[in-house]
């Protein structure tokens, strides 16, 4: 009998992975034809706009909004699609999707609605996974940039070579839209690994980086409150203010330059839409406590984000850091332990929380650990699980001294958390955050 079981037990597993490894075969074909049929059921609506999209592991979004700023202040009309949401015209409406780009058909639909409110410029988010499934056929980029490639989604790709060449496929669509009178502009990260591959793929590649480029940062000054730098532009050195702290954002800064430049921008109105620029919502967000400690809030949630942000928040605190950190369920999980290892090295003290744990929290919390011990943290001491966020949230809080920052890591601007059987609750990071800051002031009031 147990050699019956052992054998129907090996035949049932095998069937689960057929199917599964039939559906993953089919899926791609599946979004094609469902791209190609929302494009012509809304009869190419991104036809006649002068498109420009942004792809890359990290810095899509805040990317997105410094060019969409320096267009809109110049008086143009501007359509933006991002995680966060969309806007025409600076009229934002936050997004239902929790995805970085849209089904084929709502994509389709909401460049419908941009066509007839007369969008000239579309500034787009473009995922991997929304190139890989052909989300965005009919759509003509004329300029595209890459931010950054990093390990990232190989819960989908399965290899980086496959995310990679995901990634590649919007500067292969601006080359092909090139051919038909499109603008054909690649702005890509010189400093990124990945630069050549993509720089090959477009007729006009230009690099931007703070260690090589054609646009190349200099004099660079770093504040809590954001930084400033000097970028010489075909022989004109422009002064660039942003309004974000980190050097990851004087990178996404100087792709906005790279690509409003390529635009016909003038230095002035690049200047401007980069200073009015306020932020962009959950990137480094900083929360004044009037207590003598700072919050931040990010949504860095990979390593390579872990790596830009952390040493320089880091660098730029007297007192201590203390980190709130976790892991996503059901994605890669070979990213988390290498993003423990990163807060741990630059951290003090380290909460690991819910985090979309789609799941059990602990074990997610348990892959970041992994790598926190392997640079010293010790549970209970400077390592500390909490499951419910909000409590968490609350302990980083009550832990600030003077001169400390509490950095919150992870949701950013997302108004909802993924818990277990596909349940979402409510979310507002900053509201939360908030209202922590509002007990420790109270809890002070009364010492």
Known sequence: MAFYHNWADAIITLMNQTMKNLKNSLAVPYHRVR?????????????????????????????????????????????????????VDGKFEESPDHMTTSDARTLNKRLAEMRSAGVQYLVIEVSSHALAQGRVFGIPFDIVVMTNVASEHLDYHRTFQRY????????????????????????????????????????????????????????????????????????????IKINIPGEFYIYNSLAAVAACHALG?????????????????????????????????DFAHTPDAYQKLLPDVKANTKGKVIVISGAAGERDKTKFPTMGKIAGKYSDLIILTEEDARGPVRPQSELVAKGARQVGKTEGKDLLFIDDRVEAIETAIMKARKNDVVLLLGMGHEKAMARANGEYIPWNERQVAEQAIAKRRKKKGRA
């Open 35 to 87: 791209g190609f049929m929302a494009a012509n059921h809304y009869d190419y609506p991104a036809s006649g706009m002068t498109v420009i999209g942004v792809t890359g592991t990290n810095g899509k979004t805040s990317t997105c909004f410094m060019i969409h700023n320096i267009l809109l202040e110049a008086g143009l009309k501007v359509g933006l699609m991002t995680t966060i949401g969309n806007s």
């Open 164 to 239: 990679l060449q995901a990634k590649c496929r919007l500067f292969k669509l601006a080359a092909a839209n090139a051919k038909q009178g499109g603008q054909g502009v690649g702005i890509i990260n010189a400093d990124d690994k990945s630069a050549k591959a993509f720089a090959r793929l477009v007729p006009k590649p230009v690099t931007y980086g703070i260690k090589q480029g054609k646009l190349k940062a200099t004099r660079i000054k770093r504040q809590n409150s954001g930084s400033s730098y000097e970028v010489k532009v075909d022989g004109e050195t422009y002064h």
């Open 265 to 297: 921008m003038s230095r002035q109105q690049i200047e401007g839409g980069l200073k009015n620029l306020a932020g962009v919502d959950g990137r480094m967000n900083v929360i004044p406590t009037g207590l003598g400690f700072d919050v931040i809030i």
